[in-house]
């Protein structure tokens, strides 16, 4: 991803060189969080045994860090923040997100969707191997619509929140 210390250190990432600098809203923080209880990647330790953390990777709008592994970070001259990932056990782990968690805002969830107008809330989204998406998703025009659970292509989810919500003139 865009905030993995290997994607800064091979110049992949639009971040390179901007540790620090605002590149989104004041309002957004973003954490990676391998600890969280329950969270799907949760563990004690990252896949090269390094005990996983809370990682502030945005806050107010500014970078705060990247995701190191032992090998990136020494790279980098940083410490590992304990965000190696194994693809299988005959790979070398490299970088990643385990729970990226969106800081919450100041407003209601009702507010927000009132100021979304229409549109489409991922509850939970689940990617198995990149391309089956099964999630519980809200659908609205300003009020709550219907409420579905999809297990299909993610290719198609457009065509399917048409089928719940159907087209709507402008």
């Known amino acids: ?14 971040f390179v060189g901007k540790e620090g600098e605002t590149v989104a809203s004041e309002l957004l923080t973003l954490t990676n969080d391998g600890l969280i209880e329950g969270g799907p990647s949760s563990a004690p330790f990252d896949g090269e045994g390094v005990a996983q953390r809370v990682t502030p990777l945005i806050a107010g709008g500014s970078i705060q860090n990247f995701l190191y592994g032992s090998r990136t970070a020494r790279e980098a001259g940083k410490a590992s923040t304990g965000s190696a990932r194994r693809g299988s056990y005959r790979g070398a782990p490299g970088p990643g997100a385990s729970n990226v968690v969106v800081g919450a805002g100041t407003g209601s969830l009702e507010e927000l969707f009132e100021q979304a107008g229409d ?5 939970r ?4 191997h990149g391309a089956d998406f099964r999630g519980r998703v809200h659908l609205w025009h300003g009020d709550l619509v219907d409420r579905v659970l999809l297990r299909r292509e993610a290719q198609p989810l457009a065509r399917e929140v048409e089928q719940h919500v159907g087209p709507r003139d402008r």
Do not use: H, I, T, Y
Request: charged share 20%; no cysteine; aromatic share 0%.
């Open 119 to 123: 549109g489409l809330q991922v509850q």
């Open 1 to 14: 991803g865009a905030l993995s210390g290997e994607a800064v250190l091979r110049g992949r990432s639009p």
């Open 125 to 128: 989204a689940d990617l198995d």
